[in-house]
């Protein structure tokens, strides 16, 4: 499993600059984010909430109850949920 707390809605022991990117299959929005993030050549982890429950509860817990994806955390940063490649490049900032 991924080490997130539903409490702090981070991962545990991230690094400042890693970005984990929960997902499920045939989310438009996924894809397009993940396309983004490729081109902006930032690394990322990605987790599938349909093949983790662990994943899915952590998102749930992020999103007022809803699996909304894509969920992405940012080392230490609060979850944020549909967020915009901008977003996620002030989150890496120092």
């Known amino acids: ?21 929960y997902w499920r299959p045939g989310c438009p929005f996924c894809i397009k984010l993940r396309t983004q993030l490729r081109l902006a050549r930032i690394p990322y982890r990605k987790v599938n909430i349909w093949r983790d429950p662990e994943a899915a509860a952590f998102v749930r817990s ?23 490649v901008r977003r996620i490049r002030e989150a890496l900032r120092p």
């Open 62 to 84: 992020v999103a007022d109850g809803n699996e909304t994806v894509p969920t992405v955390v940012v080392g230490a940063h609060p979850a944020m949920v549909n967020p915009s």
């Open 1 to 21: 499993m991924n080490d997130v707390t539903a409490n702090g809605a981070t991962a545990k022991g991230a690094t400042a600059n890693a970005v984990t990117m």
